[in-house]
């Protein structure tokens, strides 16, 4: 099976600083993989120089056979290339409903209705919700919010950015919930997390990212039993419990 994304020796600079060296992974299509790190690691780098916010100085990312480290973000999201940004970027002021109206405007088909119906069921909070201006919603609600924008937007390969980011460990696994649910409908799942533990049980193939490089990839099992990852990242504790 040929991969869905295909990232290709990536180096990325912000001015004259390079902040990432010769990343390379890839995601076949179904499946889910997991980029681990710490704070300032890259991983927020890694996504937006693949969704096409920034630029690498070398390297390529292949979305689907094609090229397309030259094409803007907005051009991407229309080919199924969609990132849920870390911080859920929402448009605070707006209430949800003009916030999913919004992810929709992209979209030139008519089937925009029924996508933001369908969100709408599958996230009942949202739904009651619907009227109200998004910033005044709790943290959990506004990352389903994010989520549920994206999920507009028609992914084949959905970018996550710390979707569990600071929220309370029951609305986190609210979070993971949901994201095993897009899981099994198939769509292909790029998460990045600091969150290792929840990450790693969700993943079929991860990669640890440390200072700029990818320093272990493999299968999601073969990472969390890795001694140093347990010990770094996951508190002593295999989530996977192999
Ligand atoms: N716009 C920017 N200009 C300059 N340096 C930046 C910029 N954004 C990020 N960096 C630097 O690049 C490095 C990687 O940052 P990045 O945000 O990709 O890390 P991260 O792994 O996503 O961290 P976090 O877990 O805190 O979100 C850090 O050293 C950061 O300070
Ligand atoms: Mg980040």
Not at 32 to 60: D, E, F, M, W
Not at 92 to 111: H, P
Request: aromatic share 4%; with cysteine.
């Amino acid at each position: 099976m040929s991969a869905m994304l295909e990232v290709v020796g990536l180096d990325t600079c912000y001015g004259r600083t390079q902040v990432l060296w010769d990343i390379g992974f890839s995601v076949a299509e179904g499946r889910t993989v997991a980029l681990i790190g710490s704070n300032g690691a890259g991983k927020t780098t890694v996504l937006n120089t693949i969704c096409g916010i920034l630029r690498p100085r070398k390297g390529q990312v292949i979305f689907e056979g094609k090229p397309i480290t030259d094409i803007p973000a907005h051009h991407l999201v229309g080919m199924g290339l969609v990132q849920v940004p870390e911080g859920r970027e929402l448009f605070s002021r707006m209430t949800v409903m003009e916030n999913l109206e919004l992810a929709a405007y992209a979209r030139r088909d008519g089937a925009v209705d029924k996508d933001i119906r369908g969100v709408l069921e599958r996230f009942p909070v949202l739904g009651k919700r619907r009227l109200q201006i998004s910033g005044t919603l709790s943290g959990g609600e506004q990352q389903m919010l994010a989520i549920a924008r994206g999920l507009i937007a028609r992914p084949r390969l959905l970018l996550l950015d710390e979707p569990s980011w600071g929220l309370a460990p029951m609305v986190i696994d609210a979070v993971f919930d949901t994201i095993k649910a897009i899981q099994a409908e198939g769509t292909t799942i790029l998460l990045v997390e600091q969150n290792a533990t929840q990450a790693l049980a969700v993943a079929d193939e991860a990669y640890v990212l440390e200072h700029g490089r990818i320093v272990l990839g493999g299968t999601a099992e073969s990472v969390a039993m890795n001694d140093e990852v347990t010990r770094v990242y996951l508190g002593g504790f295999n989530p996977r419990g192999q």
